[in-house]
């Protein structure tokens, strides 16, 4: 079973530009998770869907970054402008989507954002 | 709000050495638990989980028993070696917050030949 794919896997931009990230989940995973791990920090959650809708962007600043899953498949994050405290690895992660308090969260390898 | 808080590292430990890494939770409600491994250069992988109170996971010899009544699910293991070098992160989810992971700041275990 193929796992969950990310791209890229290394970005580095200057303060003020834009970056985007692409995930891929599981396939029949109805639930997709962004998360930001900051060096040497437990990964926080930055937006949840389930199918194509958003569960939960509490924590997402979303005056820069913003977060779509068309289609109820793939996803894609965006930081525009990128601030250099973005600087962290950015996850993305999929479950079934069948109980939120005991499914199985699966993780991509991550995309590591140095904002310069 | 709910948290995880994890001892702290680095720990370095001998091959064939007994290991504890301490957790525990603050939680409102009825939580998950689990352990997440990230080896040096990959993604965050699934180690072990429990459900519910007194649960015991277990995996590649590691295990941790969900603890209700410290709020603790420590993650053991009988004898390490040098391949289980890795950063170990606790875990919960709990319902009412629509799943989402809540991390402690993990722990980073190296163990030497």
């Known amino acids: 079973e193929a796992g969950v794919a990310q791209s890229p896997r290394y970005k580095i931009i200057e303060k003020r530009q834009s970056v985007a990230f692409w995930c891929n989940p599981i396939?029949?995973?109805?639930?997709l998770y962004w998360y930001q791990q900051i060096l040497g920090q437990g990964p926080k959650l930055l937006i949840q869907?389930?199918?194509?809708?958003?569960?939960?962007d509490s924590q997402l600043p979303k005056d820069r970054f913003s977060a779509e899953r068309l289609k109820g498949v793939d996803s894609t994050l965006k930081i525009q402008p990128a601030k250099l405290e973005d600087s962290a690895v950015y996850l993305c992660?999929?479950?079934?989507?069948?109980?939120?308090?005991?499914?199985?969260?699966?993780f991509g390898p991550g995309t590591r954002l140095t904002v310069l | 709000g709910d948290s995880v808080t994890q001892m702290e590292g680095p720990v370095t430990l001998s091959e064939e050495a007994f290991l504890t890494i301490n957790c525990t939770y603050t939680?409102?409600?009825?939580?998950?638990l689990f352990w997440y491994v990230q080896y040096p250069g990959e993604g965050l992988q699934l180690l072990l989980k429990?459900?519910?109170?007194?649960d015991k996971g277990s995996n590649k010899g590691f295990e941790a028993t969900y603890r209700k009544e410290t709020t603790s699910f420590h993650l053991e293991k009988g004898s390490v070696q040098v391949s289980d070098s890795a950063v170990y992160f606790c875990?919960?989810?709990?319902?009412?917050?629509?799943?989402?992971?809540?991390f402690g700041q993990g722990t980073e275990l190296s163990v030497k030949p």
């Open positions: 875990a919960l989810t709990e319902g009412n917050q629509g799943g989402k992971l809540i």
């Open positions: 396939s029949g995973h109805a639930t």
């Open positions: 939680a409102t409600g009825y939580p998950s």
């Open positions: 992660a999929s479950s079934l989507g069948s109980s939120v308090r005991t499914d199985t969260q699966y």
């Open positions: 869907f389930q199918n194509n809708g958003v569960v939960d």
């Open positions: 429990a459900t519910k109170a007194d």
